[in-house]
């Protein structure tokens, strides 16, 4: 699930804290041949329980960097990023 990257200390409205995402390079390995995201809405996922639904589902939380992408460009960013690493893995 990608989210831009707010700090080691964002918190939501409510003061629940977020994992803190990481780069979508930390989480290839060469056993993966499928990778299935989910891109929020501009400017992030904003309830807590929209983040723990997708990391109880298995998704990890990746992020393209601190700053907020529109949706299209995050998409196609992930995409290609996505693609790369796949390719290079195989």
Known sequence: ??????????????????????????????SMNKVLLAVGPERGWHEPSEIQYFIEYGFHLVTLGPRTLRTDVALTSLLALVHDRLLFMQ
Do not use: E, I, L
Request: aromatic share 14%; hydrophobic share 25%.
């Open 1 to 30: 699930a990608a989210h831009p990257d707010r700090g080691p200390n964002y918190s939501f409205d409510d003061g629940s804290s977020m994992p803190r995402p990481q780069s979508v390079n930390h989480f290839f390995d060469s």
